[in-house]
């Protein structure tokens, strides 16, 4: 066990919930609740794979990824935003809908080998004693990406006129809409924003962080969790990365304390039976729920948190909410 | 002349608008999953036989199928039951694998005498699965009551926690001889199947159906009996349709949404504890192919009747069957996706009209 | 000589809702500079017609010209940029957004960057120009209904917009704010821009605008008039067909023993700040006690408190049990009913049936409850009953509530809160948005439970309402109680100073 290859390790897997997550903060920001991340990462999990399969590039996997989770996205965002249907079970319908293509198109890539995205170093950041091996060395791009794109996307919600706008729309689409905002629009564009931003973390599962198809293995519940990164960071890009971040370790944790066969000097549970290990995989989840009881306490003592209008469809002339 | 398409507000819906946007939206499913299958290099109409026959084709095939509706129908109802109330149960999974856990519990600790009865042993088992399945429910049902915590988030992880939960017993404290499983059940455990009385009824041989179809039939009664005359399915109604209307009525919230949420997390349980007890007949990993998820569209196509829920599940169960066998595997997955896609887009056609309007122009 | 074009001539405009035809041929004229009211009941159609004006519904005929020009708008952007702007009744702020960031909404500029200094400053010098005050940089649900009002005309001001659309200003204005408004509407005409008035209060209309126009449903009852030798009478006969009795037989009647009393009662908005201060009060049965005040000083909570939908401190008593802090089964066993303030949020499941609407307190209760069940034939029957006696509207006992309209809902709800034969009953806005009939209908109800020995908090924002029902009025403004006065000694001057609230005010009215 060694803090730097937990840290190193969690920054890597942290980044694929960072993006799914902040590609959520998007899509609910503007209202639109999408439970089908698990879904959209999976489909965009299998198409980077195939994709730079082949093609032989894994960035042009990427691309295509993300255009494959922002197009199945925008079916959500077709029937809740012009059919006004019911956002929680549309949501459900996508997850079901997005892993039936990811298995369906992804039948025999099991076990094929297509490029993957490199890793490599950031020269001068390296050298940082502890810190740099963790955060700067032997990763790839996207998780570069992702130290600059958490503060880029803060900015672009909160001090940037589209960012006003998009705001707006998901807490009063009635104000919005009589200024000339397009509401419906711009909810199909941060839908969109948001599929496709889950596509780029399915992809970088697959292609990246632990490479592979493993049919619904790849994302095994990820999506999920991004959801639940969305609530407990209260909409906020920087507390969305961090919690991101902090799973990612965790997960890196579990593994590793199977390894030594002593603890802080008593004999290692885990390194006489194995079995325990379930308990270990049980915690992210748990650890999950008391976050979110802490942070719905914390909604409650400062109302409200949530986007106003999120999940509620909006109809011109109905109710300005 | 001209012709326009004019969208307007329904001011009412006829009877048979609901059924037949239901019934047409699966037939556009088929359709569209056909047209899928046969871009990707299948031949729709071989694998539409095949289905049939590995379906309803004869006695045994169907009988298969109704051993897997039989989940279905249970945790149907039971997210039913939650949905009326606009509780998010995605937990089925979870409180399904709890029963079966609760059930084993039964046999292999074991809770009752050697000696016991058969019917005291089943009797238990239904005891512990529901009471298991209960508990599943009730976690996230109080966590939202008390702390206003997202339940579709809590009910999800759990899933997660119990599935390990479960593993753990399995692989460790109940492996038989090294195997991922318990070993097999005392026949005592077993529920009665129809091919258990293939010596008098020569037809039944073979035929796998278990009584855990009649649970399912059983509790589709007694829902539809609570949310038809009873005044706790009034309070859940009424919530359901305005949470406010609900407060202002004096109506015990937080008590309803626990309740609610064990209810239908028993009923779950229930299933679990059939299917261990009717078809495994062990506590083994992967007992569920995701029914759990599987009921959540059953109910939903059905417009959360408990009765529709039951031909429905049926219907399902043959997507299960079927996807076992059709290759690829993600194809029933794929179906039961937009199974539910259409039929939500179709729920527009029972708000909204479209009006075709013929004028003259009225301007030159 | 061709005289010049008016600022907007809508000719027979025709707007169509499902079953409603919303505007029937209406044509409506404005002239550059003037104030015009727009006169009618809700539901006349005023809004539909104005909605149109500013581009959010399109006509299904009839042409709108602006400044002599045909225009054919397809979103509030383009009547934006035809120098349209319009204040809707319900505010369209984002609230958790500043001031500025509200009036930069939608527009061109800034680009990108919001660098919101530039135009906070820029906020102020247009405030500075129309002299219309609020800080640009608070948020929206930090300010007064009053200031938001005007973040609402300064963001038409700052689009340019040359002709103002008002739609019903004054209705959350105490009476010295509506003084104000009246005296900004004034100054804004002045300065050249042209502006319709909605409303439907006659006093304001005499005293503000050039012309009127009244609408009685969907159709023009006077076109354009100019306000010369107009009387009250006239316009009130227009706008609902016949002559309106002022006037409400109240026969006079001493109260009973006390039945609700509350003491020291303090509570908290949602947005946690006081909303009830010290609050004290005593009801009778047979009498009804008005509380008069501008909307949003206390009146939602106090009804909640009573009801147990709110928590608070002190002390609520009704028929000597404390019902402060329970649940609100507690009140409802205590026989306290209540007609809440907003009909389909809170008062009823809208699509539920009429019969599970009307059984929504009794059905506990025999012959309706019975043990675990419902016996939904009585149900059936008691629905029935009511929606005969009450002369409710609708095709069946089966039909779902929220196809009803607001009048016959507003009836269903107090039916269903009359029939529980309560001790007390908390009324809030009773005959909001009803048309004349049913408001009388509801009024005379009241009355007549009055008579039969109930105990009745009348919460209402129409003073005339307020003061032709109670027995005694107490005024209530931020949350605290300014006083109590006999309806007999009450006038409109009076009780308006209290509703602002100043410290003179009090002692005046407890003499």
Known sequence: MNFTIILHSGIATGTVLLFAAIGEIFAERSGILNLGVEGMML???????GISLATGSAWVGVLVAMLAGGVLSLAHGLVTIHFQADQVVSGLSLTFLGTGLAL???????????PLLVDFNIPLLGAIPVLGPALFMNHGLLVYAGYLFTPLAWFYINKTRPGMHLRAVGEKPAAADTLGVNVYGLRYLYTFVGGALAGLAGAMISLSVSPGWYSTQTTSGQGWIAIALVIFAQWNPFRAALGGYLFGMLRRLILDLQGPSTLLGFANPLYINSNYSFFLIMTPYILTIIALIIGSRAVARKKGGSPSALGIPYIRGERGR | MSIRFKVEKRVDVPKWLPLATSVGSVILAFLLGGLLFKIIGGEPLKALKFFYRAVFG???????????????????IAVAIAFKMRLWNIGAEGQF??????ASLVVLVPLVPESSPKFVVIGMMMIMGMLCGAIAGFIPGYLKAKYKVNEIITTLMLNYIIINWNNFWIFDQWSDRGFQMTATFDRKAWLPRLADYAREIPAFSGVTLHLGVLFGIVAAVIVWWIFKHSRWGYEIKLYGDNPEAARYAGIDITRNIILVMAFSGALAGLAGMAEISGVVHRLQESISPGYGFTAIIVAWLAKLEPFVIIPVSILFAGLIVAGREIQPSGLSFLLQGIILFMLISSDVLLRYKVRIIRTEQEQV | MASPPLAVEMENIVIRFPGVLANDHVNFTLKKGEIHALLGENGAGKSTLMNALSGLYAPSSGTIRINGEAVNFKSPRDAIEKGIGMVHQHFMLVP???VTENILLG????????NLNKYNQKILDLQDKFGLRVDPQANIWQLSVGEQQRVEILKTLYRGAEILILDEPTAVLSPREIAEFMETMRSLSADGKSIVFITHKLREVVEVADRVTVLRKGKVTGAGETMEGVTKKDLAEKMVGREVIFTIHREPQEPGEVVLEMEDVSALSNRGLPALKNVSLTVRSGEILGIAGVGGNGQSELAEVITGLRQCQGRIEVQGQDISNRPPINA???????????RTEVGTAPSLSLTDNTIMKDYRKQPIGDGWRINFVQARDHTRNLKEKYNILAPSIDTPAGKLSGGNLQKLILAREISSSPNFMVAMQPTRGLDVGAMEAIRELL???RKNGTAILLISEELEEVMSLSDRIAVISEGKIMGVLDAEEADIETIGLMMTGTGEDRELAQR
């Open chain 3, 96 to 98: 958790t957004q500043t």
């Open chain 2, 58 to 76: 004869n006695w045994a095939v169907f009988s298969d199928t109704m051993v897997k509706a039989t989940p279905l129908i249970i945790i149907g």
């Open chain 1, 104 to 114: 369906v198109l992804g039948e025999g890539l099991t076990g094929q080998t297509p």
């Open chain 3, 332 to 342: 409802i066993n205590q026989g306290v009913s209540h007609i809440p303030e907003d």
């Open chain 3, 447 to 449: 009355l007549e439970q």
């Open chain 3, 107 to 114: 527009m061109d500029e800034p680009r990108f960057f919001m």
């Open chain 1, 43 to 49: 489909l965009g999990a299998m198409a980077g794979f």
């Open chain 2, 97 to 102: 694998y709890a029963g079966a856990f609760g």
